[in-house]
């Protein structure tokens, strides 16, 4: 009886492959959606960024367009929160001094941040 190995041509395919994938979520981590706006003095905030700081130095985050943001694959659970924007004050934009947090549960989330300076 004879096997076939692979050849280099083939490995390299399916190594391809298999980093094209990216990195699989966990069978048991739960993702969710959220969404929501960015208000400063009363004002949508025009630009800028949104991160929901996770645990071991990780953290997800979308972009802040006209006020409005979306992520659509948020691990569920308590994280805190740190947005940037040019005119946002620097306490919101760390997450360290952010005071800001949120409680991210299975299915759609909605949360709105209303900044002052």
Do not use: C
């Not at 960024?49 to 985050?61: H, N, R």
């Amino acid at each position: 009886m004879t096997t076939s190995r692979p050849g280099r041509r083939t490995m390299a395919v399916a190594l391809l492959l298999l980093s094209a994938v990216g990195h699989p979520t966990p069978a048991d981590e739960r993702l969710s959606t959220v969404e929501g706006q960015v208000v400063l003095d009363g004002q949508p905030l025009a630009a800028g960024k949104i991160f929901f700081y996770l645990d071991d130095d990780q953290f997800v985050g979308s972009k802040v367009k006209e006020g409005a943001f979306k992520m659509s694959r948020a691990p569920v659970g308590v994280w805190r929160v740190a947005i940037e924007g040019e005119t946002v004050p620097p306490k919101f934009a760390s997450e360290r001094t952010s005071p800001l947090r949120v409680d991210v549960r299975e299915g759609r989330n909605v949360f709105d941040f209303n900044l002052r300076r």
